[in-house]
Each structure stands twice: as C-alpha cells, then as structure tokens.
C-alpha cells in the first residue's frame, strides 16, 4: 500500500522559512516522480515542485522558484521541501504525491497523481 507522511508544516512570519518531510513506502521509492501541490482557501490545487527520484531532476513553479528547494533522501524515503523567504500568499495545505508505477515525466498537473499524503498546514503571517 502506498503511504506518503507530510510532516514540518506550521505558523512562520513573513521572510521566514519552513522545511517540509514527506516519508513514502510501499512502492519503489527510486522509479518515480514525486511532487508537492498545496492547495489556499477558496482555490484549486497548484503545483509547486516535483522531483524525478532516479536521477535528482527538479522543477518548480514560477512563483517559488529561487525561493523553494526539493531534494530527496533515497537511503531514507523521503522527500523535503525547503521553503525559504516565505510569503503569505504561500499559507495553504501542503500535499506531496507520486504516481503509480515506473514514471519519468517531471512536469504534472494536480490531477495526474494517483497517490496523496494527508496535507500540512503552512500559514505565513504578514
């Protein structure tokens, strides 16, 4: 059964930074792609960064990108996303998700994961 565990998220002023945990199992940790999508009140679900397990490959959203990393510990199963120079238009839940089976395509909408973990919360304050 695939699980994925988010863990890190919290309250955080403006300017400051939170680093996100997402630990996965029951399924082949190295084979895939994985990402976080955060969802805001009253908004649809956005894309924020994935991470191609095999070999490190990266993209972000054009909103984040210079300000969030995500990186992956393969010894230990999980992905992180660091969150630096935090805004509040970043306050939302938090996902990370994967898909099902052998996956090499980096870029993905919302809709396109199979598996989802159960959110964190970041809220950024102004």
């Known amino acids: 059964e695939v699980q994925l565990v988010e863990s890190g998220g919290g309250l955080v002023q403006a300017g400051g930074s939170l680093r996100l945990s997402c630990a996965a199992s029951g399924f082949t940790f190295d084979e895939t792609v994985i990402g976080w999508v955060r969802q805001a009140p009253g908004r649809e679900r956005e894309g924020v960064a994935s991470i191609r397990i095999s070999d490190g490959r990266t993209y972000y959203e054009h909103s984040v990108k210079g300000r969030f990393t995500i990186s992956s510990d393969n010894a230990k199963n999980t992905v992180y996303l660091q969150m630096n120079s935090l805004k509040p238009e970043d306050t939302a839940v938090y996902y990370c998700?994967?898909?099902?089976?052998?996956?090499?395509?980096?870029?993905?909408?919302?809709?396109?994961?199979?598996?989802w973990g159960q959110g964190t919360q970041v809220s950024v304050s102004s």
């Open positions: 998700a994967t898909v099902d089976g052998k996956h090499t395509i980096l870029i993905l909408t919302p809709r396109e994961y199979d598996h």
